[in-house]
């Protein structure tokens, strides 16, 4: 079976500090990647999403970046913070191939003091 | 992304009671899915749906792909306090690629 992790858990960061976010998918290969962040408990938006190791695309501008060094690790950060940086960021992921059944992590929840 | 209307925003209902959301779009989609989300976690799937007039159905749970294809509906039956948190429908488009479009989710809230 799929198994889906994120950390860490939370995070509590100053503004104009640096982030990286991890995410990594167990139990299958050539997944296809999502990063999102909702606010407030509502609304997910979607930043980033990968179909391959190195093929980043982005949805929206942001203070953010991704990366994909490896098939099932995805990666995101910040090279300084601001403060609507805050929120929760959930990690996702596809089959590959026309599969557009998406399966979360468990979330990690960012504080931008 | 086109932008879901998800219906209703919130509900209270007591237990045993059934439930129906409902998602609109104004553009027409191939995929409808439905997810919940309990408090500090992530979403979780419990229905996906590929065609037009779909009935799928996961224990207690019932969802329709609308025959316009451009809405969705989810049904609880018996409701059960263990089914409170936030539903989310998310549709695709032909022209999507890979990204689903997101309503802003039903909050839900069972007394025993």
């Known amino acids: 079976s799929q198994t889906i992790h994120q950390w860490p858990a939370t995070l509590v960061q100053p503004v104009g500090s640096p982030l990286s976010l991890e995410c990594t998918v167990e139990g299958t290969s050539n997944p296809n990647l999502y990063w999102y962040r909702q606010a407030a408990g509502r609304g997910l938006q979607l930043l980033f999403y990968s179909v391959g190791i190195g093929q980043i695309s982005s949805e929206v501008p942001q203070n953010l970046s991704a990366s994909r060094p490896q098939d099932r690790q995805f990666i995101l950060s910040s090279k300084k913070l601001l403060l609507s940086d805050s929120g929760f960021y959930l990690c996702a992921w596809s089959r590959g191939g026309g599969s557009y059944e998406q399966y979360f992590g468990p979330g990690t929840r960012l504080t931008v003091t | 992304g086109q932008q879901l209307n998800q219906s209703p925003q919130s509900m209270f209902i007591q237990e045993g009671e059934d439930v129906s959301m409902n998602c609109t779009s104004s553009?027409?989609?191939?995929?409808w899915l439905w997810y919940k989300q309990d408090p500090g976690e992530g979403p979780v799937l419990l229905i996906a749906l590929y065609k037009a007039g779909e009935l799928t159905s996961n224990g207690r749970l019932t969802a329709q792909f609308g025959i316009t294809r451009k809405d969705s509906f989810l049904n609880i039956s018996a409701s059960i306090p263990s089914d409170v948190g936030i539903y989310f429908c998310a549709g695709r488009g032909s022209n999507s690629g890979y990204a689903l479009n997101f309503g802003k989710g039903t909050s839900l809230l069972v007394t025993p």
């Open positions: 553009s027409i989609f191939n995929t």
